[in-house]
């Protein structure tokens, strides 16, 4: 296997099994708008539930045209992900990995919506 797949199988992995793990934690041991500190007065951990996109765009549509444009999006995303990867010259490795990253947080989100 190529260093650069390697580098995208790890980064993904990670991400995705990061991703999923965090969200059931949060949502097996907190209440909702429940919350905490990670940097005080900078960063918390709040549980909030988001059916839309970014800041809640479309999240008073209708989840039978939202979900399928999501999934759709994420696959999508997925595939161009994927050909950027092959375009990488083999001896680059950071690149891969944070292609990996966005796509591990891509079907992170795609699970979710499912």
Same mark, same amino acid.
């Given at each position: 296997?190529? %260093?650069?797949?390697?580098?995208?199988?790890?980064? $993904?992995? *990670? &991400?995705?099994?990061? !991703?999923?793990?965090?969200?059931?934690?949060?949502v097996a041991n907190m209440r909702w708008r429940e919350g905490f500190?990670?940097? !005080? #007065?900078? $960063?918390? &951990?709040? %549980?909030?539930?988001? %059916?839309?996109?970014?800041?809640?765009?479309?999240? !008073?549509?209708?989840?039978?045209?939202?979900?399928? $444009?999501?999934?759709?999006?994420?696959?999508?995303? @997925?595939?161009? *992900?994927?050909? @950027? *990867? %092959?375009?990488?010259?083999?001896?680059r490795i950071l690149v891969p990995g944070v292609l990996g990253a &966005? #796509?591990?947080?891509? &079907?992170?989100? *795609?699970? !979710?919506?499912?």
């Amino acid at each position: 296997m190529k %260093r650069r797949s390697i580098a995208f199988a790890v980064a $993904f992995t *990670l &991400i995705l099994v990061g !991703d999923l793990v965090t969200k059931y934690l949060i949502v097996a041991n907190m209440r909702w708008r429940e919350g905490f500190p990670v940097i !005080d #007065g900078f $960063f918390n &951990i709040v %549980r909030a539930h988001n %059916r839309g996109a970014a800041f809640g765009l479309l999240s !008073d549509g209708s989840p039978s045209i939202v979900i399928p $444009f999501f999934v759709v999006v994420a696959i999508a995303a @997925l595939g161009m *992900l994927i050909a @950027l *990867l %092959r375009r990488l010259p083999e001896q680059r490795i950071l690149v891969p990995g944070v292609l990996g990253a &966005i #796509g591990g947080g891509a &079907i992170g989100n *795609l699970i !979710d919506r499912i």
